[in-house]
């Protein structure tokens, strides 16, 4: 089955989940750097908002302090939410997975400029992943036909794209295969946990906080097939914006310390983390290449 993901965990939200942060006396009201006496900064949900918001609050607060303007938080609905706000200007940043900062770079001009860097201040990367219980017959990808998997939602990067076009290249068909949406990350682990499932996508982000957290005892799962690395998220400016103002929120990013990003960096699998570092279109050019070989478009994501 391939449900669309339920938003069951976002119903306490309205459209966005706003959040105003603190620190430092605001630039001008319609300076080049601070338009509108603020500038807001949007976060798809990759995971429970409830634990993204403090992390990007603290991420936001820094940012606000150095660029002397109020940051305003938008942690939106999902991916196409994003693309949309930024389209319609609503959004003067935004950070997305690398698979919807394709559709967003082409539908509303985001054009990426840090990411996240390990302590030595290298790019950091992630994979996607299909894990089985440990004793399950199934050790590859070949031997899904037939089987149930749970991937994240459609558009994500490691949670959908990546695990389909594995299918596509071991020669199974999406209807050889009984997918299953489960709403996020952390769903599809849990789908597989307790046995709702074959097989379940989980990512290396995700293994981690699961880790971490107690709550996924990889002895007793297998993974079975991974991804090639994936560079981490882009945090982007809109292409529209005034230059001065998108080369002062590029420096600003830059020049955060590792304190700044550390708690988002936890749920990026990036520990110890270094100083955001800068990246381009061309840094992403596999995903693009990705949604080419899959056909992707906007819809998907």
């Not at 995971?47 to 992390?55: R, S, T």
């Not at 609503?90 to 770079?105: C, D, I, K």
């Not at 955060?256 to 100083?275: I, Q």
């Amino acid at each position: 089955m391939r449900a669309r993901p339920a938003l069951a965990a976002l119903a306490v939200l309205p459209a966005l989940l706003l959040t105003g942060c603190g620190g430092g006396e605001p630039a001008a009201t319609g300076s080049a750097t601070c338009p509108n006496g603020k500038i807001r900064f949007g976060v798809e949900p990759y995971e429970d908002p409830a634990k993204l918001k403090p992390a990007y609050e603290t991420l936001a607060a820094a940012l606000q302090k150095s660029l002397n303007c109020p940051v305003e938080l938008k942690i939106v609905e999902d991916y196409s939410a994003e693309v949309l706000a930024m389209r319609n200007g609503q959004l003067e940043m935004a950070q997305f997975g690398p698979l919807g900062y394709v559709f967003a770079s082409t539908k509303a001009d985001a054009r990426p400029v840090a990411s996240f860097a390990d302590a030595k201040g290298a790019l950091t990367t992630y994979t996607a992943g299909i894990w089985v219980p440990a004793n399950s017959p199934i050790t590859s990808i070949k031997d899904l036909k037939g089987r149930s998997l749970a991937l994240s939602s459609p558009g994500s990067t490691s949670g959908d794209a990546l695990p389909r076009y594995a299918l596509k290249t071991q020669g199974l068909a999406e209807s050889d295969v009984k997918i299953d949406y489960a709403g996020g990350h952390p769903e599809a682990l849990l789908a597989l946990a307790n046995g709702k499932v074959d097989a379940a996508e989980i990512n290396s982000q995700q293994l981690a906080t699961a880790k971490a957290e107690g709550s996924f005892d990889a002895a007793k799962y297998r993974q079975v097939w991974t991804s090639d690395p994936i560079p981490n998220d882009p945090i982007t400016v809109h292409g529209q914006l005034d230059p001065a103002l998108r080369s002062a929120i590029a420096s600003a990013l830059l020049k955060l310390g590792p304190s700044d990003v550390a708690k988002v960096g936890a749920f990026l699998d990036v520990n110890p983390p270094g100083p955001l570092v800068a990246v381009t279109k061309d840094t992403y050019k596999p995903l693009f290449d990705l949604a080419t070989a899959l056909g992707l478009t906007e819809k998907d994501v």
